[in-house]
Each structure stands twice: as C-alpha cells, then as structure tokens.
C-alpha cells in the first residue's frame, strides 16, 4: 500500500519504519522540521507540511494513496475513498479541550486537582481550548514570583480563555495505551519525573532536557491501571483509532487526574513490538495486539545528551547491542547528530527497548553522551 501519515512533533517513526519494513511506501507529513535523511535511510518519505485540504487532495490523488494514518489532534483530514486510520473530531478533543476533557474524566469518578479562583503560588495554568489566538499553548507551571508576574503580565485577570488548577507536589505518572474498534488497551505504565521544569511559565523547553523516566512501585502500578481503567472506557466510546497517553499525579496513595494526550510523545522512541501490519491490524478493531506486544515487553527508558550540541551519536552502537533505534536523529554529512529542530531546545535523545545493556550505557559515555 501507499500510506501517508499525517504527524505531530515526530510521534510517529517506529510505525512508519515497520510499515516500510512490510513493503509498504510510506509517506509523512509533520508540522515541525523533520530529519528528512534520517528518515529517508530508514525508508519513510518525508512531504512538505500542506495546510490545506486541497493541497492533501491533490498528493494523495496523484501518489495513489490507500491509506491515511492521522495522529495529530489539531487536523482533521480524509478523503472519500481512502481508508482512513486515525482520530475523530471527539477523541482529538482529550487534547485540544482541556477542560472538557478533564470534566468528562471526573464525571467517570476520577478525582482532578482543585479549580482556583485566580493564580496564585503555586499553581498550574491552563487554557481551555489548546489552541488560543491561533498559537498552541501548553500548561503553564507557576512556582515563584517570577513565574507568577510573567503569568499575569501575559494572561491577565480575565479567565475567560484559561483556568487554574492546584498544584499537587506527588508523582508524576503516565499510561500509554492503544483505542480502536470502540475497545482499549493499556500499553505502558511509567512514573517521570521533571517535565514540570520544562514547562515553569516563561521558561518552555524541550521536554527532553528535564525528563527522567522510572519503575512504578507495585502499589503505584495497580493504582494507575485501576484508575486509567475507568478514564479509558469512556475515552474508547469517542471513537477514532490512535495511541495516546494519561498523565496523572499520585499524591498519599491518591490518583490525581492531569491530561490526556491523543497522541504518544514528541519524539517517540518507543518500539510496537510487532510487524507494521500487524500494527495496522491493531487499529483496525484490535487493540490488545499492540497493547499487550509492548506491555509485555516491559520496556526501560533512558534519556541521553551530548557533551556538546553537535556531537555526534554513536549510532552504530544500536546495532552493536542489539538495542532500538532512537527518534529525534539525524544524518548530516554522513553523521548522526540530534536533528537541528530540537538541537537548540536542549532536547536530549530518548532510548528506548525491552532492555538496555549496560555496556552498551557505557559505551554512550565513552562518546560523551550522558543520562
């Protein structure tokens, strides 16, 4: 088949590899800079970004597509007579509408942080819709005076557009799972820690610069699993096939409900543990065989950066040691280096598989690259 893959903030690679893989030709789109050579050696194309609908006609018309996979929550896009795999206009809300979300997850009896009457110290800010005067915003962290003033000189008072949420001091939590068919599964289960830094209000930044990701306790796990249980289904009867991501704090044995995101994380590294058919399949009515491929991998995460911006990455050690290739990549004079899109954010690179030797960790450090 043809496939085009509309995509958000590189969510999208080790799908796409493996439908190439498969003999597939793939096609991506993406609204950042993508690491075109990167992904052009692992057989995926990559397309300018077309904003309009006729502009996607016309591709997917004169390509022969037969199949658009779209994981981006803020387009809506399909063709009459293209078979379409992806989200709805519903289940792209979880992301884009924050606080219908968040009402829809507390009316299935999970529990929210407290709605403030103003922001205050500390706090977490919020807009309503994640799109507001035509810029995407993210939560917004307050913990300071600093972050307080830059709040009000830029939000002001009127809280028509955003709302303000307490600020829990816990664990920071996220399960990842697979919707399609109107049916769900869990997929991965983490606990993380500093993505609140990189989103400390007027000080955004790549989220890969302050993440950490670590093994829930056993009670932990049983508490998220319980909980995303229930937000899940009432998430599989929006409708759409996609994999997405609940992020939750856990406080005093308490789960916390933060967001959803309709879409896994920027810069995905994460491996499907199947045949890109098979993943296919997965979206197509059967979530479980990608869910449980990967939640049964158990995977371990490790983030890395370099020395310096442009060192450059070992990427023959992947082969090597037999470890999962990395997103966020790419090829410039025939080296590998982070991708010049994240380079300035101070991004490091995700890692991610069943397991990860630890000569293969030391090897990293030999080329200065560091967790």
Request: hydrophobic share 35%; aromatic share 10%; glycine share 8%.
């Amino acid at each position: 088949m043809n496939i085009l893959c509309i995509d958000w903030a590189l969510t999208n690679f080790h799908n796409l590899v493996e439908l190439a893989h498969d003999g597939h030709r793939v096609y991506m789109m993406s609204d950042v800079n993508v690491p075109t050579a990167y992904y052009k050696s692992l057989g995926v194309e990559v397309v300018d970004w077309m904003p309009s609908h006729s502009e996607k006609d016309k591709f997917v018309k004169e390509r022969g597509i037969d199949l658009v996979i779209n994981q981006h929550p803020h387009v809506r896009y399909s063709v009459e007579g293209v078979k379409y795999v992806g989200l709805n206009e519903l289940s792209a809300h979880l992301e884009t509408r924050k606080l219908w979300c968040r009402r829809g997850v507390e009316a299935v009896g999970v529990k929210a942080p407290r709605i403030l009457d103003d922001i205050s110290i500390p706090c977490v800010v919020k807009t309503r819709k994640a799109v507001l005067n035509s810029e995407l915003h993210c939560a917004w962290v307050v913990k300071d005076e600093e972050h307080l003033e830059w709040m009000k000189r830029n939000w002001g008072f009127d809280k028509t557009d955003y709302y303000v949420e307490e600020y829990i001091d816990g664990i920071e939590v996220n399960i990842e799972f697979v919707v399609s068919g109107g049916k769900w599964s869990i997929s991965h289960c983490q606990q993380s820690s500093g993505e609140e830094d990189a989103k400390l209000a007027g000080k955004f930044q790549h989220h890969t610069k302050h993440i950490r990701y670590h093994e829930l306790s056993d009670d932990n796990r049983y508490l998220c699993l319980d909980e995303s249980e229930k937000i899940l289904d009432w998430v599989a009867t929006l409708g759409g096939s996609f994999q997405g991501q609940i992020t939750g704090i856990i406080k005093d044995g308490e789960f916390y409900f933060i967001e959803i995101n309709s879409r896994l994380g920027a810069t995905n590294s994460t491996p499907i543990f199947v045949r890109g058919d098979e993943y296919l399949k997965s979206l197509d009515g059967d979530p479980d065989l990608l869910g449980d491929a990967i939640y049964n991998a158990d995977v371990e995460k490790m983030v890395v950066h370099p020395l310096i911006p442009t060192a450059y990455y070992p990427f023959n050690l992947h082969e090597k040691y037999g470890v999962s290739i990395p997103c966020g990549l790419d090829i410039i004079n025939d080296k590998y280096l982070i991708a010049h899109t994240y380079r300035n954010q101070g991004a490091g690179i995700t890692i991610v598989d069943d397991h990860i030797p630890q000569e293969f960790k030391d090897e990293l450090k030999r080329w200065h690259w560091y967790e």
